[in-house]
């Protein structure tokens, strides 16, 4: 199993950690009957493609890749390897797979936040609090998969007749800023 992460292992460790005893509970157990080729980018994204060229290399049966950037990079590297990811943001948006329903391809996963998911939280927001008019929504266009969201999002308030306040966030420190003005 090649194992392609975007982290660091002092960060992120203790998914990789979770990952090696869930296949443990399936029989799996390294060293016995289960390889784990590691590659982390130690936060250097720009390593990704290097380092899902060296897994495909590497033969490895199937590739984990948790987040988004890794898909891509492992992707870009092997359209036969399988990929499977963690969680992605819009994997149907970002061309990993045909639907959610039928992914088809070599690529399959879980996706938690997805647009139609969006859509249903402002239904529900809305559905909550009926008198409710305006509704704040931070994002970040950093993030793959938001840009999805936050057109879906748009689309969802204006079918609930719901004026949609958007304001991008980066930094924690944005996030005063952002409550000030979804709050005027």
């Known amino acids: 199993v090649g194992f392609l992460n975007t982290s660091t292992v002092a960060s992120s460790g203790h998914f990789l950690d979770a ?16 390889i784990i080729e590691r590659r982390w980018t130690e936060g250097r994204n720009d390593r990704l493609p290097a380092l899902a060229a060296e897994l495909v290399e590497a033969k490895v049966d199937v590739i984990f890749a948790p987040n988004t950037p890794s898909v891509i990079a492992a992707r ?35 996706t938690i936040i997805s647009g139609e998911l969006v859509a249903k939280r402002l239904e529900l927001l809305s559905e909550a609090f009926p ?49 000030e003005t979804v709050s005027s």
């Not at 990952?19 to 289960?34: Q, R, T, V």
């Not at 590297?77 to 970002?94: M, R």
Request: proline share 4%.
């Open 131 to 179: 008198k409710v008019s305006r509704i704040g929504f931070l994002y970040s266009l950093t993030t793959p998969g938001r840009s999805f969201q936050v057109a879906e999002a748009k689309r969802a308030a204006d079918r609930l007749g719901k004026e949609l306040l958007l304001e991008e966030v980066h930094r924690g420190e944005d996030l005063e800023r952002a409550f």
């Open 76 to 110: 870009q590297a092997s359209s036969t390897t399988p990929i499977v990811f963690a969680v992605a943001a819009d994997p149907v948006g970002d061309k990993f797979v045909a639907s959610l329903q039928r992914p088809g391809g070599n690529i399959t996963g879980l």
């Open 19 to 34: 990952f090696l005893k869930g296949m443990k509970e399936f029989g799996y157990i390294e060293g016995k009957n289960l």
